[in-house]
C-alpha cells in the first residue's frame, strides 16, 4: 500500500494554544497558563516541570509525571482540641501562621469570638474549621 503526502495540505487539526499546569519538585501545581506553541516546544527543551492541561491546586498534585488527587487532611478538632495533624502541618488562625510537628494541638485565645483555622500540609487537603470561644 502506498500514499502520497501534500506538503501544501492543511493538517487535519493544529492546536495553537497549549492548556499547563506547572508543578514545583514537590508535585504541588503552582500556575497554569496557555502556551504558543514555540514556548510549549521551548518548556520541554528547558524541561520545566509541567502537565498538559489546567489542573486545580487546591484538588490535584502531579507525581512522576502524572496528576493525582490531594488526599483528604485527617485533621480533627474537639473542643479546642486538634488531632491527627499530619507531620509538618501549618495552624493558620485568622492572619497568624503556627508550624507544627506535633499530631495534636490545643488552640487558645485571648480574647472572645468566632475564628478561622486553617490547617495545611502538603499533600494533603487544606482543613478548615471555625472556632468560637
Known sequence: ?????????????QQLAFPIS???ET???????????STYEGYKEANILFVEGIYDSTLNY????????????????????LSSLPSG???YIDS???????STMTLSFSH???YKV????????DKTFEVTV
Open 1 to 13: 500500500m502506498t500514499g502520497t503526502i501534500d506538503p501544501l495540505a492543511e493538517p487535519a487539526q
Open 22 to 24: 506547572m508543578y514545583d
Open 27 to 37: 508535585g504541588k501545581i503552582i500556575l497554569n497558563a496557555i502556551l504558543s506553541p
Open 62 to 81: 502531579v507525581v512522576e509525571g502524572e496528576v493525582v488527587s490531594r488526599v483528604s487532611n485527617p485533621t480533627t478538632i474537639l473542643g479546642l482540641e
Open 89 to 91: 502541618s501549618v495552624i
Open 96 to 102: 497568624s501562621s503556627y508550624p507544627s510537628d506535633e
Open 112 to 114: 472572645a469570638g468566632t
Open 118 to 125: 486553617v490547617v495545611k500540609c502538603f499533600p494533603f487537603t
